[in-house]
């Protein structure tokens, strides 16, 4: 199977990837690099659309730690006005699913007519976002992957429920930075079903060259 952009073999990919680490057999491509920035650039259209004959700056709220990544490439491809801030959020203790714990001192007093925008890398459970809406109702979410959660601005939303390395999110602490998303310990099967799936959103979906 090749990547939907490059139109590279996976594997081939997979295999320059490990030329200089040690390789681990349970850790295979789900989503290439550049389908992630296709998906970057999908949702940065959008949001795009959505503020284009906005004059006020749009607050982009990154969560922490995951989310810088994807931020930090999302903002290439915007043609608004926008501040970006961060939040620490913690939800998960290695591979543990743990309370969501942030501080809510730090989010800043945003007032209604403040353009807010939540941002993250992943939507799995959905509660860190919900619990982040509560405290700012008006703001929006975006989410570059969300697990058949809902967002207003994402990127790919049917990603499954497998353990996910790359793009932010870590192994352990470890990985966050490859560029490549790879699954742990997830059939080939499942892979080429949801990479079937993968294509018909690369067939249909457009972005903006910039």
């Not at 970006?84 to 945003?110: C, R, W």
């Not at 941002?119 to 975006?142: F, R, W, Y």
């Not at 990985?175 to 892979?191: P, S, V």
Request: glycine letters at 4%; a neutral charge.
């Amino acid at each position: 199977m090749n990547c939907y952009v490059s139109n590279k073999p996976v594997q081939e990919l997979r295999s320059k990837f490990f030329s200089n680490k040690s390789d681990d057999a349970s850790l295979q491509i789900l989503i290439t690099a550049d389908e992630l920035n296709f998906l970057t650039r999908k949702i940065a259209y959008d949001l795009n659309q959505k503020y284009k004959n906005e004059t006020r700056q749009v607050h982009l709220i990154g969560l922490l730690t995951g989310a810088y990544y994807f931020l930090a490439d999302l903002t290439k491809y915007l043609t608004f006005r926008y501040a970006v801030h961060f939040l620490k959020v913690t939800s998960y203790d290695g591979e543990k699913k743990i309370e969501t714990i942030y501080q809510k001192n730090a989010l800043m007093p945003y007032e209604k007519e403040d353009l807010v925008v939540f941002v993250d890398e992943l939507i799995d459970s959905g509660e860190t976002m919900n619990k982040l809406l509560q405290q700012i109702p008006h703001a929006l979410s975006c989410a570059c992957l969300t697990k058949n959660k809902p967002a207003d601005f994402f990127g790919c939303d049917f990603v499954p429920k497998a353990w996910l390395i790359g793009f932010g999110l870590d192994d352990n602490g470890d990985k966050r930075g490859w560029i490549h998303l790879f699954c742990k310990n997830y059939g080939a099967e499942k892979i080429n079903e949801f990479r079937s799936q993968l294509k018909k959103l690369f067939e249909t979906d457009k972005v903006e060259e910039k």
